[in-house]
């Protein structure tokens, strides 16, 4: 191993992960509002992020292919994820139009924070598409380099989750002048509505 076949290895595993996390998801829906709320974003940035590492070092370490002969597992999670995704979505489309939704107040969400985890690391354990994304494509990645290398670019990869959820969360508050007004959390929770219902059925049609 030389050191810049490391560096191209951790910039390559920035790169992919990048690519990975960054698109409109439940995960980063879910901490975008939680940041623009300001309610427990240090934690919901913390599950994130420590499931990703948990997960890449999963794939980097060959875990990948359990999951690919096991396709059981893979199905279970589907049904749970998408129930969970078309549950979260009512609930998100009746902030959006019901009576919650008529104070910007209201749109700050007051869950405690043992309910904020759970619902953090549903969003996250219960989509098998991070199982695809974090595990398997990552995982297949990974296993084209050689055994010192591969670990640099799982490395790179977790520092792309890192630094995601951390501006994701943190940096969601730059918005709060925008959600002072009512209209903008309506808007903000029917678009989170509509993207988790989009995943849940997309889930339940896969196959």
């Known amino acids: 191993m030389s050191v810049s076949s490391a560096v191209v290895a951790a910039v390559s595993g920035l790169g992919f992960g990048l690519s990975l996390i960054v698109a409109i998801g439940a995960q980063n829906a879910f901490v975008l509002r939680q940041g623009i709320s300001g309610r427990h974003v240090l934690a919901v940035v913390t599950v994130c992020a ?3 590492i948990v997960l890449i070092a999963a ?3 060959g875990f990948g292919v359990v999951v690919q ?3 059981g ?3 279970v999670a589907r ?3 998408a129930a969970f995704l078309i549950g979260y979505a009512v609930l998100a489309a009746r902030r959006a139009f019901g009576s919650a939704a008529l104070s910007a107040e209201s749109g700050r969400t007051t869950a405690a924070l043992g ?3 759970v619902t953090s690391l549903a969003l996250t354990w219960l989509n098998p598409h991070v199982y695809l994304d974090t595990v398997v494509l990552l995982g297949s990645l990974a296993s084209t380099y050689a055994s010192p290398d591969r670990w640099f670019l799982g490395a790179g990869a977790m520092l792309a989750s890192v630094l995601w959820f951390t501006a994701l969360g943190f940096g969601a508050r730059l918005l709060g002048p925008l959600f002072a007004r009512p209209r903008a959390w309506r808007v903000l929770d029917s678009v989170i509505a509509a993207v988790l219902l989009v995943l849940g059925l997309g ?3 896969i196959g």
């Open 73 to 75: 597992v893979l199905v």
């Open 79 to 81: 049904y749970a994820g």
């Open 69 to 71: 002969s096991a396709p």
């Open 203 to 205: 889930l339940l049609c």
């Open 115 to 117: 309910a904020t985890v």
């Open 50 to 52: 420590v499931s990703d």
């Open 59 to 61: 794939g980097v370490g």
